[in-house]
Antibody, heavy 123, light 112 residues
Framework: EVQLVESGGGLVQPGRSLRLSCAASGFTFDDYAIHWVRQPPGKGLEWVSGISWNNGTAYAGSVEGRFTISRDNAENSVHLQMNSLRSEDTALYYC?????????????????WGQGTLVTVSS | DIVMSQSPLYLPVTPGEPASISCRSNQSLLHTNEYNYLDWYLQRPGQSPQLLIYWNSYRAFGVPDRFSGSGSGTDFTLKISRVEAEDVGIYYCMQTLQTPQTFGGGTKVEIK
């Protein structure tokens, strides 16, 4: 069974940093892209970032230069380092698995999602 | 960025009756490989989104065949042939043609 479990969310002051993690199981982790999608409270979905099986990365314009995505294949995990956080980054952050084995970096359908971890940026 | 829009925003439905949701993009999602790069997701109340349809018309694993996707270019439709109570939630379309992949604003489906 495919499982994705996010962690690392919490309350943080504007300008500070936070590191989210996504622990994956139930599939051959090395072969698949992992993406982050966020959802502000009561609002819709926004794609944030993705990393391909071979470490290609992509970011939304709103987080480019502030967020960094990385993967640790030995630990079957993906991390999202979030720096210079703003109030508009407040959201539930989901990690999701890309559909399709060994796809190059780029937009992709997301076939399994975690339950999300809440990030609140407030003073 | 490709802008996605959905209609209606709210859709009251009757169990057993059909329902449809529209999604439009401001650029064609038709790739040279003849696939339309358009997904549909359902987010049930209190749950994470789940993939229903990818490449416009391909049902994801385990998705009932009462869900179908159609359209091409910039105009797309998700159809539910006979609505069931478990189909309530917010439906999102998302384009996967270009980075950043972008979502529509969502259509909330509720039982009348």
């Amino acid at each position: 069974e495919v499982q994705l479990v996010e962690s690392g969310g919490g309350l943080v002051q504007p300008g500070r940093s936070l590191r989210l993690s996504c622990a994956a199981s139930g599939f051959t982790f090395d072969d698949y892209a992992i993406h982050w999608v966020r959802q502000p409270p009561g609002k819709g979905l926004e794609w944030v970032s993705g990393i391909s099986w071979n470490n290609g990365t992509a970011y939304a314009g709103s987080v480019e230069g502030r967020f960094t995505i990385s993967r640790d294949n030995a630990e079957n995990s993906v991390h999202l380092q979030m720096n210079s956080l703003r109030s508009e980054d407040t959201a539930l952050y989901y990690c999701a698995k890309g559909r399709g084995r060994r796809r190059l970096v780029g937009p992709i359908s997301l076939d399994y999602w975690g339950q999300g971890t809440l990030v609140t940026v407030s003073s | 960025d490709i802008v996605m829009s959905q209609s209606p925003l709210y859709l009251p439905v009757t169990p057993g009756e059909p329902a449809s949701i529209s999604c439009r993009s401001n650029q064609s999602l038709l790739h040279t490989n003849e696939y339309n790069y358009l997904d549909w997701y359902l987010q049930r109340p209190g749950q994470s989104p789940q993939l229903l349809i990818y490449w416009n018309s391909y049902r994801a694993f385990g998705v009932p065949d009462r869900f179908s996707g159609s359209g091409s270019g910039t105009d797309f439709t998700l159809k539910i042939s006979r609505v069931e109570a478990e189909d309530v939630g917010i439906y999102y379309c998302m384009q996967t043609l270009q980075t950043p992949q972008t979502f529509g604003g969502g259509t909330k489906v509720e039982i009348k």
